[in-house]
């Protein structure tokens, strides 16, 4: 390494061993996941196996086949041409903020963009906010969380919607207070997975109906003030997001349950079909490849949530998302066309960005070099 790069590096390690945030603009030594190009403390980059940002066409296909399946159904869950398909997001606060984040939706939010566009659904498709403040992964890991009460009577049910309509949900989650990075044993990127499997399980359990998982993971945390997901831990989670719908892909290819996600089978099993939704994750005021970046502004006072300029900016992310994917506008758009197979470009989760990131083992498992 250069000499100047390990001065970076030591000031970067002095910054975070006084527990004191980097300064606006300082380089966190992190390279998006769409953008590796080597490796991460041994770990590949890409939001797809074999170091990509293209949705394998395998896992394309079954993802095209359960948007197919979204349909409107009554309270019952009985289909019924003049009743709803919801969609619905799991999460805690940052979740909530860039969803929707209060009556009425904030301006700016995904839920707030949707109602004002006249090429999403609103006849059919019923979009609700299930996140709220302070809910960590672990609190909607099992179907007996009182979270997914709350979620039927507080933000269903008066919309005169039921759990055997949810049939689409957006999970983002996180951890407070980590305190072990990767590659450790004990990372929260790894308790991460874990919990998410979890998720994804108890989801089906308590929405019958539920066809498709999607998944986002943090933004940037770079300039957070405290300790409640600071970096590396916003970046590390996409790596879970990441080894959780790897290990859905590898295990639908007849290998065996993954240990830290579980049984993810979607066909015979308790899980889900799951894939990408928009990766938020920026090295602050350093550009990805599609422009992307993470202003001191765009974050509130604490450096961890989103101000309303961040909202505003995860929202349009999402939004374009949702139009733009194979497996979503169908059901997501008026009018929209379920694909046959996916396209060429199908997959991205990155925003304006798509194509490969790189080589790399399709495993995820530590490999030679770092970024």
Known sequence: MKRTGLAVVIAFSVLAVAGLAAPPGFRSIRVPLTDMRRTYKGFTGGLYPDAANEMPFDHGVA?????????????????????KYVLV????????QEFCGSTPC??????????????????TLAIVDGAAGG??????????????????????????????????????????GPTMSLPAANADAYRLVTQTGNIVRALKVRYSNLQQVYLSSR?????????????????????????????????MRGGPPDPRAGDLDYATGPGTWIGWAAYLWADGLHPRSDGLTWQP??????????????RAKVGTMLMAFFKQSDQTRCWFLVGGACALVPSDDEGTAAGASSGSAGPGRRTGRPTAGRE
């Open 297 to 310: 502004g765009d974050l509130a006072a604490d450096g961890t949530h989103p101000s309303a300029a961040g």
């Open 89 to 96: 997001s799991i999460g805690m606060s940052n979740t909530t």
């Open 63 to 83: 993802g095209i086949a359960k948007a197919g399946q979204i349909v409107p159904r009554d309270t019952a869950g009985t289909p019924d041409p003049s009743g």
């Open 219 to 251: 933004i940037y945390a770079g300039y957070a003030t405290t300790t409640l997901n600071p970096e590396p831990y916003a970046y590390e989670s996409g790596f879970a997001a990441k080894w959780v719908i790897e290990a859905q892909i590898d295990q």
């Open 135 to 176: 809910q960590t992964a672990d609190t909607w890991d099992s179907p007996t969380d009182i979270n997914y009460d709350r979620v039927r009577d507080t933000r269903l049910a008066p919309r005169g919607l039921s759990e055997a309509q949810v049939q689409v949900a957006w999970v983002k989650v996180a951890n407070a």
């Open 106 to 123: 904030g301006p700016g939010t995904f839920m707030s963009q949707a109602a004002a566009d006249s090429q999403v659904n609103r006849g």
